[in-house]
């Protein structure tokens, strides 16, 4: 079983409130943000988020009349000194993995989370995995 997580996208017109729209129909769904990204640019930007259940998340998107996309992205801790990105970020670029976004996660206690967006999610993973870097998968939605 591949370790990745899913993300939801969207692009979001660009105007005050629309992202806080977002998150307000998220949370009185019950839904928990993890992590986000959000770019504007010109009329709209692009919102790429990781909530604590990624089906109703979407359904509920989907149902306010979002057009989403779901995409496997990769989720990994960070170590916590000097470098410490460069531990995940090194061995992609050894392996030739273009890395298209990263975020961090929200409220991930003493732990860093990043969220990477690759080109080639698969060989990431197994690249990220034999270099003794620890993936989150499903786990990730309880914290």
């Known amino acids: 079983m591949m370790k990745t ?23 009185s769904n019950g839904i928990n943000i993890i992590g986000l990204y959000f770019k504007a640019q010109d009329k709209e930007g692009r919102l790429q988020f990781v909530a ?4 109703k998340a979407a ?36 392996g030739r993995i273009n890395v298209e976004y990263i975020y961090p996660c929200l409220g991930t206690g003493s732990r860093t989370i990043v969220v990477l967006g690759v ?3 698969k060989e990431a993973v197994k690249i990220l995995a034999d270099n003794w870097i620890h993936l989150m998968g499903e786990e990730l939605y309880r914290l």
């Open 5 to 27: 997580v899913k993300q939801i996208g969207h692009f979001l017109r660009n105007e005050p409130g629309a992202l806080s729209e977002v998150s307000e129909l998220l949370g």
């Open 52 to 55: 604590n259940d990624p089906a």
């Open 59 to 94: 359904n509920v998107m989907k149902s306010a009349g979002y057009d989403i996309d779901v995409t496997d992205v990769i989720a990994c801790v960070v170590p916590h000194h000097p470098g410490g990105l460069n531990a995940v970020l090194k061995p992609l670029r050894n």
């Open 119 to 121: 080109d080639k999610v």
